[in-house]
């Protein structure tokens, strides 16, 4: 079945180093959207992403979509630590776009050393 | 004003038992979901309804039925509690079923099967 992949699982940065996480989805994605779970709390939804090579920013977080549109990821400039959380990906399901069923990738943990 | 609720935030129980989780949104969403996060972190999309409507029912054991007495509101009944039951289960909702909505999450329900 269709996959999406994130790597890394995790990542240990000391505060005001650079982060990326990378997503990859086994099949073309009509978009792909990132949310971020604090821990002990729920994902909420960061952005979207839509149109092949797509670059988005908000603030120090820059999300990218690939040209093939079967991969993305997320860039954190100068990470604090109020960046720690979980960081997902996810993409809708082939052939499901009316379903609103999205496939999750892993995520990847980021822990943030002050 | 909370925008997805769930109740409760905790649930302890014992093998065999039945117990139901409660989800409502305030947000005049359409579409509303059921999601698993296992020990590590994995989001397993389980059940979700659009407009009372069962759209996605994923394979899960059928000890679990969902209901949807109105669109804003959407339980979650568990019977025979098995130990593999335990995780988070999170509820979620958006503006319609088409995949490129972003979903909002409710703050969770930590299931312990002990």
């Known amino acids: 079945g269709q996959q999406v992949m994130q790597i890394p699982q995790y990542q240990h940065v000391q505060e005001g180093e650079d982060f990326t996480t990378y997503c990859n989805s086994s099949t073309t994605l009509s978009n792909i959207q990132w949310y971020k779970q604090r821990p002990g709390g729920h994902p909420v939804f960061l952005i979207q992403l839509v149109k092949s090579g797509e670059v988005k920013k908000q603030k120090r977080l820059t999300f990218q979509f690939g040209e093939a549109k079967k991969n993305s990821s997320l860039h954190i400039t100068a990470t604090q630590t109020t960046d720690v959380g979980t960081y997902f990906c996810a993409g809708p399901e082939h052939g499901s776009s009316n379903t609103g069923k999205l496939i999750f990738g892993q995520g990847t943990t980021l822990q943030v050393k002050p | 004003d909370t925008a997805v609720s769930q109740t409760p935030k905790y649930l302890v129980t014992q093998m065999g038992n039945d117990k139901s989780i409660k989800c409502e949104q305030n947000?005049?969403?359409?579409?509303m979901y059921w999601y698993k996060q296992d020990s590590k972190k994995f989001l397993k999309i389980m059940f979700s309804y659009n407009n009372k409507e069962l759209i996605i029912n994923e394979t899960v054991p059928n000890r679990f039925s969902p209901k949807s007495p109105d669109k804003a509101h959407l339980n979650l009944h568990i019977n025979s509690l098995e130990l593999g039951d335990s995780a988070v289960y999170f509820c979620?909702?958006?503006?319609?079923?088409?995949?490129?909505?972003?979903?909002?999450f409710g703050p969770g329900t930590r299931l312990t099967v002990t």
């Open positions: 947000l005049g969403h359409d579409t």
């Open positions: 979620a909702s958006s503006q319609g079923q088409i995949s490129s909505y972003e979903q909002y």
